[in-house]
């Protein structure tokens, strides 16, 4: 009720108690049984998404074009329906991350795994860049998306180009997320915390299986068995195929070296990250980097009849797997509200 003025005899209004301060509480969002509660979103978390976005529109215009010409022989990464699926599987979800950051809608998922895939972005970016421009400092029999060939004169093509581009783009993302990250604040109840040592120890071992793995080709020229017609004699032949991941030079080498201390340290770090989706979105961009990695082997062991799909690749495939699966776990463990 308003109060009277003892001396003049007016009435005077009391301030409402709302008006007394600022709300500073967070807003505090329910999802999946988690108290989730989103807070300060600077404006950059926005561009890391639209980064993503560019990304992912770059990749998926990447893999219709030439690829590369290489000894006049024109390579594309797209060969049919099959090939097409796994073309779009990383630009798909860079997309629909990218959105969710633009958003702004649980910001330490997208970040997380912005910053996870522009990590591992970088070792590639390095091969990527010597397939189109180094290799032919050292000629030698490659396989290139499907292909064997002699890299003895290589053109690159739209397809190459704007492979880089998506990659640059994913390391750009990777460094605003690493940015960003510490001036955003997200939190829930912590479901995850009693999975978080379980996860990790599988996620180390997934890791090292992963480098193991790909320090030889997901798809390979198989030996040669040949008979001497003269003594009946066989033997086998090796052929010269697929270089693997720390048997190219310059930047190549370095290129892996990042790749796999990288695939470790994320590996590492994924797990621990807080809170509970920002573990799920680092542990998705691992899984769709080794998934994809062991899935090209089978894509160009299946387009050329000189190539078979290797051990390395099919345990790339079921590392993925199961790094999809620590993922799910991730996803799943929820706290009843």
Not at 13 to 39: H, M, N, Q
Not at 152 to 178: K, M, Q, Y
Request: net charge positive; charged share 15%.
């Amino acid at each position: 009720m308003p109060d009277r003025d003892a001396r003049t005899g007016t009435e005077r209004t009391r301030p409402a108690a709302r008006r007394a301060g600022r709300r500073t509480t967070a807003p505090s969002v329910a999802v999946s049984g988690d108290r989730l509660i989103v807070g300060t979103v600077p404006p950059v978390v926005p561009v890391v998404g639209v980064l993503l976005v560019l990304a992912g529109i770059a990749g998926l215009a990447a893999a219709f074009p030439t690829y590369l010409v290489v000894d006049g022989t024109v390579l594309r990464q797209v060969h049919g329906p099959g090939s097409a699926l796994l073309a779009l599987l990383v630009p798909a979800v860079q997309v629909a991350v990218g959105a969710t950051l633009v958003r702004r809608a649980v910001p330490k998922f997208g970040l997380a795994y912005a910053s996870i895939a522009g990590t591992l972005a970088v070792g590639e970016l390095l091969i990527e860049i010597y397939r189109g421009s180094s290799s032919t400092s050292r000629p030698g029999v490659e396989v290139l998306a499907g292909e064997r060939v002699l890299t003895r004169g290589i053109e690159v093509g739209a397809g190459w180009v704007l492979g880089v581009v998506a990659l640059s783009l994913t390391v750009l993302a990777g460094a605003v997320a690493l940015a960003a990250w510490g001036r955003t604040v997200m939190e829930d109840r912590g479901a995850l915390d009693p999975l978080r040592a379980v996860l990790a120890g599988a996620a180390v071992l997934l890791g090292v299986a992963a480098v193991l793995c790909l320090t030889l080709p997901a798809a390979d020229v198989p030996d040669e068995l040949r008979t001497d017609p003269a003594t009946g004699l066989r033997t086998v032949v090796t052929r010269e195929g697929a270089q693997a991941l720390l048997e190219r030079p310059g930047l190549a080498l370095l290129g892996g070296l990042l790749l796999a201390g990288a695939l470790l340290l994320c590996s590492v770090v994924a797990p621990s990250l807080r809170p509970r989706l920002a573990a799920v979105g680092g542990l998705l961009a691992i899984t769709v980097t080794v998934l994809v990695a062991g899935l090209e082997g089978l894509r160009d062991a299946s387009h050329s009849a000189e190539l078979e799909w290797t051990v390395p690749g099919v345990g790339l495939v079921v590392v993925g797997v199961a790094f999809a699966v620590l993922t799910g776990v991730a996803w799943r463990a929820r706290r009843s509200a």
